[in-house]
């Protein structure tokens, strides 16, 4: 495996840009989807909360690019987004037809889970402004050409659709040709692939873009669907996560992929919906950093992922170690759990403290 290299921050405008959609979270709190009265309104989105939990975490210049219908719905998008500190102007605003018949916002119905009683998600996304996207309509030699560390995308946004999956395609080339890292995150959901032929047209796809790419996310799961890759010696469980295992793993998926400079993978025993162990792996250069699971209190786990990536990514863009990368992503993604959202609320001082074994007790 090759060493990562990265374009200076001053010669870059955006240290990461993602590419993904943008929907509204509806929360319903400590109530359910099918008896609640009220919902809290959240932005989320596997490939934007990236790029949040870089700005607003870790105070990284970063940037989305999705496209949103113009009406109300998407213009308190917009809003969330700007108050996440992530750069708007690569949105791409698409005509509303008044009734959603030609183009959508999504809408993402979220539960958090309490004790034995799991998470639930019920998405609403179909026709969406940002599955309609087509090869062509992005201007990435624009983007690029001003300046991109890090381009981060994933497996949810290259679901959506036919053109959405070209688009990704042609992201990834174009971050290629300019000198920008490009990442990926799995992020296998069955509900997005069940309707277009299932997991062997997410190999099909998934295995063709990851020879393009440099830096790889996933869980078991993941690799397993989305690259028929397995993971031998854990029970269906995943009661025990034995890492001789995980680490065949990610050296299969080297050796299926020499492309690749990073390959990285989250550990979750979920014992009940608001306690797991937590943990993460990850081969970088050949060498394996395994930093073992330790139990975490949950309130609200989706995102957590997504924020063991973030927290990875700013270390590698500060020139930190393989190590500490790794231990700021399995931190992020701890502290984004505690808080409801798909996205981080914490700060780098907070992740610090996590990564070097702080109690929880009150700062004043």
């Known amino acids: 495996m090759e060493e990562l290299v990265l374009k200076a921050a001053h010669d870059a405008k955006w240290d990461c840009v993602s590419l993904g959609e943008v929907m509204l979270r509806l929360d319903p709190g400590e109530g359910r989807i099918h008896t609640t009265r009220s919902f809290t309104a959240w932005e989320g989105g596997g490939e934007y909360n990236v790029a949040r939990g870089l700005r607003r975490c870790f ?30 102007s690569l949105i791409r605003w698409v005509p509303y037809d008044g009734v959603g018949r030609a183009v959508r916002n999504g809408l ?29 309509e992005i201007d990435w030699n624009a983007i690029f050409g001003a300046g991109v560390r890090w381009f981060h995308t994933g497996g949810i946004f290259a679901a959506l659709s036919g053109g959405s999956r070209d688009v990704c395609a042609e992201a990834v080339l174009a971050a290629r040709r300019h000198g920008t890292v490009t990442s990926y995150d799995l992020n296998y959901r069955d509900s997005l692939w069940k309707g277009i032929g299932g997991k062997q047209k997410a190999q099909e796809v998934n295995r063709e873009m990851v020879r393009h790419l440099d830096v790889l996310f996933g ?8 690259l028929g890759i397995e993971l031998d010696g854990v029970t269906e469980d995943f009661e025990e996560l034995p890492g001789a295992a995980y680490e065949r793993m990610l050296r299969e998926v080297a050796a299926a992929y020499p492309n690749l400079k990073i390959i990285a993978t989250t550990l979750r025993t979920a014992r009940t919906a608001s306690r797991n162990a937590w943990g993460a792996m990850a081969l970088y250069k050949g060498d394996v950093v395994h930093v073992p699971q330790r139990e975490v209190d949950i309130l609200d786990r989706v995102g957590g992922g997504d924020s063991f990536a973030s927290g990875l990514i700013y270390g590698y863009l500060a020139g930190k170690p393989a190590r500490w990368a790794v231990e700021c992503g399995v931190a992020h993604g701890a502290l984004a759990m505690t808080t409801a959202g798909d996205t981080s609320t914490a700060s780098l001082a907070e992740v610090e403290r996590v990564m070097k074994g702080g109690s929880a007790r009150i700062t004043r």
């Open 219 to 226: 869980n078991e799961e993941d690799f397993s669907a989305m």
């Open 108 to 136: 993402n119905f979220t539960e958090r889970g309490f004790g034995v009683r799991a998470a639930v998600g019920c998405s609403d996304r179909g026709n969406t402004a940002v599955s309609l996207l087509k090869p062509g």
């Open 59 to 88: 105070g990284l210049r970063t940037a989305i690019v999705t496209a949103l219908a113009e009406n109300p719905v998407g213009r308190l998008l917009e809003d969330l987004i700007l108050q996440g500190g992530v750069d708007p």
